[in-house]
């Protein structure tokens, strides 16, 4: 019989969004591909879905329901590897794995940027923080995408077998790459941009988190100044109807384009001129990852995710999450000025190798191997020789 792996998250277009590299990878190895999460996506490399009725606040009583499908899927299919992902999903799938654990299956668990962090209100450290720590005991691997999550896990002694860094989810590097510069007047002549339109890009959710409201305060400090600048904001949520009327209210709405929700972001990005970012809080967000390989400086709120891609004056800037003024005046130093921007987004990409897909993959691949045959590793070692 082929061996197993059961990937588990809260709902299913995470893994859409994020892991069919290492699911494919699975396959490929003749391993049996399953996947338990909310939703009815058909996803590739998959070789059986549950539809699990999954709730992202953890204090639905759906999630009692979940819990106990979950448990007897493992009791019924025994995975030789569960791999959960987001905190309701790792929170479920770990305490459902207990049993299966003692019978050999391996429990990893991805921490996306985990709740509690510098800056975070009370409430998340103090329901969060005791979960995560407690749930520690009951996993193989804990897997940290960012430094600052790293640290945390192995300064306050989180009791998995081993605490693990790896570089996000990785970012395609052969779909997410520049254009040259003909290329790029013609690609953005062919959507109706001018060739001195200065184009500043965001992706993200309508939401208080990603803070969009910065980037357009910023905007009409400057849009006197700045006529020709343009802010691209891609994405859907509860805010966007707020947003486009701050948008009308700042004078600034001829300025700003609302995208919508969009599959095209590897089209759009090569023909902008600077990747902008405005959240309270981001574990390592691929949005950013996905500019740097196009080529882009970056404008960005300080967090710990932004914090470890941008280095403040050397592929971009760092402001604080308030600052609407300051990030004005870093929008205009880069619009005003193609050699910066030139110099900024060659060394994105320069430090965006990291990041890339077939370096994540790989990294996944020794994790997964390693996990399997219980071979000790140090992987504070690993970690500080990866940020070398």
């Not at 399953?34 to 059986?48: F, I, K, M, Q, W």
Request: aromatic share 8%.
């Amino acid at each position: 019989m082929p061996r197993k792996v059961l990937f588990v998250a809260t709902v299913d277009y995470h893994f859409r969004a994020f892991h069919l590299p290492h699911m494919q990878w699975f396959q490929e190895q003749g391993w049996e591909v399953h996947v338990a999460a909310r939703g009815n996506l058909e996803l590739p490399y998959t070789d059986r879905k549950f539809d699990l009725p999954f709730h992202r606040s953890p204090f639905r009583l759906h999630n009692v329901k979940a819990y106990r499908e979950l448990k007897s899927i493992m009791n019924e299919q025994q995975y030789d590897i569960v791999h959960c992902h987001t905190p309701v999903g790792g929170v479920l799938a770990r305490l459902a794995a207990r049993a299966a654990r003692r019978k050999g299956t391996k429990v990893l668990y991805t921490a996306h940027g985990f709740h509690f962090c510098k800056g975070a209100p009370l409430p998340n450290w103090l329901v969060y923080y005791p979960i995560e720590k407690l749930l520690a005991r009951f996993t193989d691997r804990l897997l940290t995408i960012n430094a600052e999550d790293y640290r945390r896990a192995v300064d306050d002694r989180f009791g998995a077998v081993r605490i693990e860094h790896v570089h996000g989810v990785g970012v395609n590097t052969d779909r997410f790459k520049p254009l040259t510069p003909e290329r790029k007047l013609e690609a953005r002549a062919a959507r109706g941009y001018a060739p001195d339109d200065v184009l500043m890009f965001y992706a993200a959710e309508f939401n208080k988190n990603k803070n969009q409201q910065l980037l357009l305060q910023a905007l009409s400090q400057v849009k006197q100044e700045l006529p020709h600048a343009k802010l691209l904001l891609a994405g859907v949520g509860p805010l966007q109807e707020t947003a486009k009327t701050l948008a009308k209210q700042l004078g600034i709405a001829e300025q700003v384009e609302f995208l919508g929700y969009r599959t095209d972001i590897d089209e759009l990005l090569p023909l902008c001129d600077i990747a902008v970012a405005s959240s309270l809080r981001e574990g390592l967000p691929v949005n950013i990852m996905e500019a740097m390989s196009c080529g882009l400086p970056v404008v960005a709120t300080h967090n710990r995710g932004h914090d470890e891609l941008v280095r403040d004056g050397v592929n971009g800037y760092l402001v604080a999450p308030g600052d609407h003024i300051l990030m004005a005046g870093r929008l205009k130093e880069l619009a005003m000025s193609a050699q910066q921007r030139k110099r900024m987004g060659d060394e994105s990409l320069r430090r965006v190798e990291r990041y890339s897909l077939n370096r994540v993959r790989a990294e996944m691949t020794e994790i997964y191997t390693r996990c399997l045959l219980g071979e000790p590793d140090d992987s504070r070692s690993q970690y500080h020789r990866a940020h070398l």
